[in-house]
Structures are given as structure tokens and as C-alpha cells.
């Protein structure tokens, strides 16, 4: 039986990568620190649930609006949750695929404080980076609030 947290999350970052601002609000707090793997080109933090928004839609654009996360599995806690994704999608004619792991730290009213990634196709991800080129400024490696 999956963990309540691990459902919530689930269905709060579905809803929330699908544009919906509630979902956002119950997934994550005000002040969460995204941080990511390679996939978003290495060493990119965000800093705030707006730039997080920003982010998710710039990334969209990007991808031309065919992004998508496959939650493969999800694993609960108290205090935690990590799902277990594919994510995949086409930027100018390339395909992006790729297995990672999204771990949730959660804060005492069960919203996360941070979100960490973790990629395991590291290789494609790094030839998916070079095939396509630069990436506008709109993606920026650190956003702060």
C-alpha cells in the first residue's frame, strides 16, 4: 500500500507540471529549492515556488508543449517522497528521455521545502544538450526570488 504522501505528491506534481497553480500551492511551499541533476544542464537551483512556475513553463516552450513525466513508482514517508519518473519530450527535432528520481523533502504541513533530482541517463542527456544547441537565455542556470 503506498504512503498518502507518496500519492498526494504524485497527484499534486501531475497536476502542478500540467499548469495548475493550486496544485503547485499544495504540492510545494513558497520558499522550495528545486535543485536539479544534468537534465537541466548542471548545477541549476531555483529558489521559490514563482520561479519554479517560471521554469517549468519556459521548459515547456522549450519542448514545444510535448514534455511528460511517466511516474513509474512513488515511495513515501512521513517526512519524504521519492518518485520514480521517465521523462521525455522533443526540442528542435531531438528526443529527450530519460529515468530519474525526484526526491521531496517535506516540511511539517506535508508540502515539500525541497525538491532534488537525480537523472540516470546521464550520457543521452549530455548528447541530447549538445544536438540541440544553446538554449535562450529564458532558462537561466540560477533563479532567485
Known sequence: MEHPNATRIRTSWLAAMSGDPVAAGELATDDVVWSTDIRAGPGRRLDGLQACGEFALAWQELF???????????????????????EHGFARSHHFDNHTLYHFTLGPDGRATHIQTYDRDRDAIIAF??????????????VER
Open 129 to 142: 544538450w549538445e544536438a540541440i544547441g544553446p538554449v535562450t537565455p529564458r532558462l537561466p542556470t540560477t
Open 64 to 86: 514545444d508543449f510535448t514534455w511528460t513525466y511517466d511516474v513509474l513508482d512513488a515511495c513515501g514517508s512521513e517526512h519524504s517522497v521519492v518518485l520514480v519518473m521517465r
